[in-house]
């Protein structure tokens, strides 16, 4: 569905939607069924990719944004 053209009622339903890749990929741990009905997606493959991207954002909270360099590092 296209969340910009949703009707009012339906966008009242919508709590509010992830604003981090990990917020993103704690939804999609946690309801993924819709893409595997039908074997679209296997399982596994979702799995995979949760745990990928966990290990990106790993990654990415251990270097400082430019925004910490302007603020704390410029002398």
């Given amino acids: 569905m296209n969340l910009y053209h949703l009707p009012e009622e339906e966008k009242a339903k919508l ?3 992830p604003t ?3 917020e993103a990929l704690n939804a ?3 309801d ?3 893409l595997t009905a039908g074997g679209v997606f296997p399982e ?3 799995k995979n990719f949760i745990k990928s991207k966990r ?3 790993r990654e ?3 270097i ?3 925004a910490e360099f302007d603020k704390y590092y410029n002398l």
């Fill in 64 to 66: 400082p944004h430019p």
């Fill in 15 to 17: 709590k509010h939607l």
């Fill in 44 to 46: 596994e493959l979702i």
């Fill in 32 to 34: 993924y069924e819709y």
């Fill in 60 to 62: 990415l909270s251990k």
């Fill in 55 to 57: 290990e990106d954002c």
């Fill in 20 to 22: 981090s890749l990990d």
């Fill in 28 to 30: 999609l741990e946690s």
